[in-house]
């Protein structure tokens, strides 16, 4: 069955398995930029985006509400049901009448799930709301539930009968989606215990999740008045960016004070959730905790433990770069508070909305003047959700909704240089679902490891578009120091992260429950292998992994961001060879959407994934970055 999934392509659900709900990410990984752009003066209102908010409405195409989409969707799960045991034998014209169906069926489920999940995200402590969502949710996890058995019949098809069907043209819109779902052939269950699974699915995994949800987006820290007094945890997170070191010491004690009164119950959630995954690998065959991650990626677990190793033995790169930072910053050594501090001279810049907009549009428009056309309309069409708000779900995120319609962005402006580029990173994403909405609910989202690509590629273009307008060298200096750090937060970091989950779910699996000092060791271990000696890992710091939230919904996610991020940076490394010649295929690949395995999509702009060589190229253009920037701090007098 089609994904209704709701984020920057959470792909097909992690086990394969029916209609996934909608879910959507915070992305804990906001980049910093370090430079000072020419601020256009800005209103409080332009500052704070207070005025910048989505319009949901459309998503219910008319209907007076999410039941009522879910109501038509009913009414085609009772007609499906009439194929109950001719799944595996039907023919072409009759496999085309069911999944033509069941894309219908998708299509109204997941405007039914987006619509109440993004309503959610704009206040988690609204109790109609969350109570809206639920419902919708349970009423769509029982139709999906009725009609496990396409799933499971077509995956027991006869390889020969299978091929011969999925050669017809006619369903070209759902083969890829079809061919995958018999790679879950070893470790799908009977339709009965499929069914048990699915119905305790939201008094199970889905409540835990909607709980930390929860807790996370109540969490207030307390600053001092002339920083804000009490702020939500993302706009806090902000000031670590500050270069004013004694801001930074004092923001990161008010944040873990801030985590301190819900860490028992937070580690008590991430324990329930390793235990519940436990269970569902071993019933299901799995035989580790992130292969079933690495499946629905289209992976295998022996590519990606290569992309992990090769990460992992080139952590000189961020340790070179904080050994030297401290240099830059006048310290001995940095603490893991001080590792966004700004190392522009003088302050950071505030930056409104509409600054921050023209900046990213003219980066976009730099490239293609259709991307920066689809831009513009997620600007200036109410596509995007910026202020942050009590209650408002952290982070960042884009959420594809259908095909047949426009995907949104979530984001929390704070008015800073990061703000743009999380900006121009989650538009990548937006043109990404956008431009694949032609391959229809099966094919519109990539897996996981192709998901990021897009979004990296349009911040490294607008980055890399204000370097070339730069001249000052301690302008250049401030965005190749962001550049690297950027680099170094999402492949680095995210690595480490991995590392971090490795342990967590290793030791719930093999040893028991953790404790809440024991995800403190992990989560120290996993960043002081990372950071080596150029950056110490403070006791407070040890409970920052607990607002995490991919720990906790999508468990094995975060390699997926170095996989974008080197991937995207060889990407953009075939288009500066290229040059204008290079847009058609790039445009090329974001239309195919997940119509292909990411072999064949990455072949299209150039990538050879299967080459072993292939990541370490990637982390020779990081450590190119770090190059880049040493040279510039030399040019601008800094070391």
Request: glycine share 8%; aromatic share 8%.
């Amino acid at each position: 069955m089609a994904d209704a999934t709701a984020d920057v392509n959470l792909g097909r659900g992690e086990g394969g398995h029916g209609v996934t709900l909608t879910r959507v990410l915070s992305v804990e990984t906001a980049r910093p930029l370090g430079w000072h752009p020419v601020v256009m003066a800005a209103t409080d209102t332009d500052l704070l985006a207070s005025d910048i908010a989505w319009d949901l409405d459309p998503l219910l195409d008319g209907a007076d509400g999410p039941m009522v989409l879910l109501d038509r969707a009913e009414g085609i799960a009772k007609t499906l049901s009439a194929h109950r045991g001719s799944i595996a034998t039907l023919d072409a014209d009759g496999l085309l009448k069911v999944m033509t169906s069941l894309a219908e069926l998708s299509s109204l489920m997941s405007r039914a799930g987006h619509y109440t999940s993004l309503r959610f995200a704009e206040n988690t402590g609204d109790a109609e709301v969350a109570a809206a969502m639920q419902a919708a949710n349970e009423r769509s996890t029982a139709i999906s539930t009725s009609l496990i058995f396409i799933d499971l019949e077509w995956a027991d098809t006869d390889d020969a009968h299978a091929a011969a069907v999925l050669a017809d043209e006619r369903l070209a819109f759902c083969r890829h989606h079809l061919e995958n779902l018999r790679r879950y052939r070893p470790h799908q269950l009977t339709e009965p215990e499929e069914t048990v699974l699915s119905e305790t699915s939201l008094a199970g995994s889905s409540a835990w999740v909607r709980l930390f949800e929860e807790q996370t987006s109540a969490i207030e820290v307390a600053l001092p008045d002339d920083l804000g007094g009490r702020v939500g945890l993302m706009s806090a997170l902000a000031h670590l960016h500050r270069p004013e070191p004694e801001v930074r010491e004092s923001t990161a004690a008010a944040v873990t004070a801030g985590l301190a009164p819900g860490l028992r119950t937070r580690a008590y959630i991430y324990n329930t959730l390793l235990l519940d995954k436990s269970i569902d690998d071993r019933l299901r065959g799995y035989p580790s905790w992130i292969t079933s991650r690495n499946m629905a990626n289209e992976a295998s677990d022996e590519s990606v433990q290569a992309l992990i190793d090769a990460v992992v033995s080139r952590y000189d790169i961020p340790q070179r770069w904080y050994a030297l930072k401290a240099e830059i910053l006048g310290v001995d050594r940095l603490r893991d508070f001080d590792r966004m501090a700004s190392v522009t001279a003088g302050g950071s810049a505030e930056i409104g909305w509409a600054e921050g907009t023209r900046i990213v549009r003219d980066a976009y428009a730099s490239f293609s003047d259709e991307l920066a056309g689809i831009v513009g309309r997620f600007i200036d069409e109410r596509w995007i959700d910026a202020p942050v708000r009590p209650g408002k779900r952290g982070g960042a995120f884009c959420a594809y909704g259908v095909p047949e319609h426009h995907p949104y962005v979530l984001l929390n402006w704070t008015s800073t240089a990061r703000d743009v580029s999380t900006l121009a990173h989650e538009l990548g994403h937006g043109v990404h679902g956008y431009l694949a909405r032609e391959q229809g609910i099966f094919h519109q989202s990539t897996p996981l490891t192709l998901a990021e690509t897009a979004s990296v590629f349009g911040e490294t273009v607008t980055n890399n578009r204000l370097l070339d307008a730069l001249d000052d060298p301690e302008d250049r200096f401030s965005l190749l120091a962001a550049t690297l750090e950027d680099s170094i937060a999402t492949v680095f970091r995210q690595v480490a992260m991995n590392r971090f989950e490795h342990s967590c779910h290793t030791h719930r699996r093999e040893v028991g429950e953790l404790s809440v000092d024991l995800f403190g060791e992990y989560w120290a271990a996993s960043q002081e292998a990372m950071l080596g000696d150029a950056v110490e890992v403070t006791d407070g710091y040890r409970t920052w992994w607990s607002y995490v939230p991919h720990f906790i919904a999508t468990p094995g996610y975060v390699y997926a961001y170095a996989y974008g991020q080197l991937l995207a940076l060889s990407v953009y490394a075939r288009y500066r060879e290229a040059g204008d010649s290079f847009v058609p295929a790039y445009l090329d690949m974001l239309r195919a959407g997940g119509s292909m395995p990411p072999e064949a999509l990455t072949s299209i702009v150039g990538c050879d994934l299967t080459d072993p060589g292939f990541w370490s190229a990637g982390l020779d253009i990081v450590e190119g970055q770090l190059n880049a920037a040493v040279d510039a701090a030399r040019a601008a007098g800094r070391l």
